[in-house]
């Protein structure tokens, strides 16, 4: 005969079931190692389900069914003694400031504060958004709000890639990551150039400026399954882009006509958007059968 349970699972990973926390380390590992969705209509209150024989136990989640209570490093920890690896590309962020990591059953788990905040020493502003530092390696991982992953992807550097602007394959590569939004066919990548770019004037050499505008405008197409080398291109230095400061660079499509792509770009100072430091216009041939 067929026994029905109905548990609760708060946003800071405590179960209890009729009140009553469950606190037993064996039985915590053994419940959240079953969860699965259920998909019985009469309990949508309770849209997951961990089966122990015929006992089917129940969880309405307050937020997440997975809430991440520890970090040693390396795996997030919930129940008991599951865990998780944390990948600095695997997390996620709410309007109000709630980090989440990807989980085995219902796609993300919430994070405690706790947790959270020791995680947080490893994330810096990216434009509008956020990155983890990995100082070891040198890296930056950008990630996106929860609620944008319909429109939003994040196109990372490839180990398989020797791009100076964007492969994980060469030393000597900026690695650039970019925002690619589908609704507006459009990139958007967030910089601060070091000395690495500067020119004669102690400010961020023309060439460079030149490269992070072709690198923005072709990645644009690249998201869009578009393999098209630069056929053309034409810069508007306005102002001075100076070194340690940040800026936004977007690319997006003007038009295009066949295999032609006509492209556009503009570096932006963060803090203003509005301060237009260099813009330029492309033209992009798609190569035949790409």
């Known amino acids: 005969m067929q026994r029905d349970y109905y548990y609760e699972v708060n946003d800071r990973g405590v ?5 009553l926390v469950q606190n037993d380390p064996a039985f915590l590992d053994f419940f959240f190692r079953r969860l699965a969705i259920t998909a019985n209509p009469h309990y949508p209150d309770h849209p ?7 006992e089917m136990n129940y969880l309405k989640p307050a937020d997440t069914p997975i809430v991440f209570t520890g970090f040693d490093g390396e795996r997030l920890l919930y ?18 400031g709630i980090l989440y990591h990807w989980a085995p059953v219902g796609g993300v788990g919430r994070i405690v504060p706790a947790v959270a905040t020791e995680i947080s020493r490893h994330i810096e502003h990216w ?13 930056l991982t950008p990630f996106i709000p929860i609620l944008s992953e319909d429109f939003l992807t994040v196109l990372r550097p490839r180990a398989d890639s020797a791009c ?15 925002i690619h939004d589908k609704q507006a066919n459009a990139v958007v ?8 770019m500067q020119g004669s004037f102690g400010i961020v050499h023309g060439g460079m400026i030149s490269l992070l505008l072709d690198e923005t405008m072709g990645k644009c197409l690249s998201a869009g399954g578009i393999k098209a080398p630069t056929a053309r291109i034409s810069v508007n230095y306005r102002k001075p882009m100076m070194l340690g ?3 936004e660079i977007r690319g997006w499509v003007d038009r295009q006509q066949g295999r032609k792509n006509f492209m556009r770009a ?8 509005a301060d237009v430091i260099a813009d330029a216009e492309a033209l992009f041939i798609a190569l035949k059968g790409g």
């Open 189 to 196: 990548t967030y910089i601060k150039p070091d000395a690495r």
């Open 164 to 178: 100076i602007g964007c492969g994980a394959g060469n030393d000597n590569s900026f690695r650039l990551s970019f």
């Open 266 to 273: 503009a570096i932006c100072s963060w803090d203003t958007r």
């Open 245 to 247: 400061v940040e800026y």
């Open 127 to 139: 434009g509008p958004y956020y990155a983890f530092r990995d100082t070891e390696h040198n890296s």
């Open 15 to 19: 179960l209890t079931l009729d009140g």
């Open 48 to 54: 997951y389900v961990s089966r122990c024989g015929d």
């Open 79 to 96: 129940a008991y003694s599951l865990s998780v690896p944390m990948f600095p590309d695997r997390l996620r962020y709410s309007e109000d």
